[in-house]
């Protein structure tokens, strides 16, 4: 019931910045966090950083002071600010939506991905 689509991977050199783009769309009432996530070759997806309906957010300590996790509620849009990037920021970006109710449960929703590579 929730659809994910990211947008602003590409190609960055060490030291550079890229923002990306989260819209979601269908059944956005019931979400209640968003968060960016990432996955390198032969890794584990690790949250990268995430924020509530409430507007609390949450880093990673190999991001935090160069991510910049924000939302737009009017577009129904979260962004990634990233500065500073670093070849170990190489990944696959994710994004991620919780959403549910007391009468439906909690579910998760992720988006297709979009590749961020840093470097020379």
């Known amino acids: 019931q929730v659809q994910l689509v990211e947008s602003g991977g590409g190609l960055v050199q060490p030291g550079g910045s890229l923002r990306l783009s989260c819209a979601a769309s269908g059944s956005i009432f019931s979400i209640y966090a968003m968060g960016w996530y990432r996955q390198a070759p032969g890794k584990q997806r690790e949250l990268v950083a995430g924020i509530t309906r409430g507007g609390s957010t949450n880093y990673a300590d190999s991001v935090k002071g160069r991510f910049t996790i924000s939302r737009d509620n009017a577009k129904n849009t979260v962004y990634l600010q990233m500065n500073n990037l670093k070849p170990e920021d190489t990944a696959v970006y994710y994004c991620?939506?919780?959403?549910?109710?007391?009468?439906?449960?909690?579910?998760?929703?992720w988006g297709k991905g979009t590749l961020v590579t840093v470097s020379s």
């Open positions: 991620n939506a919780e959403s549910g109710t007391l009468v439906a449960g909690i579910m998760d929703y």
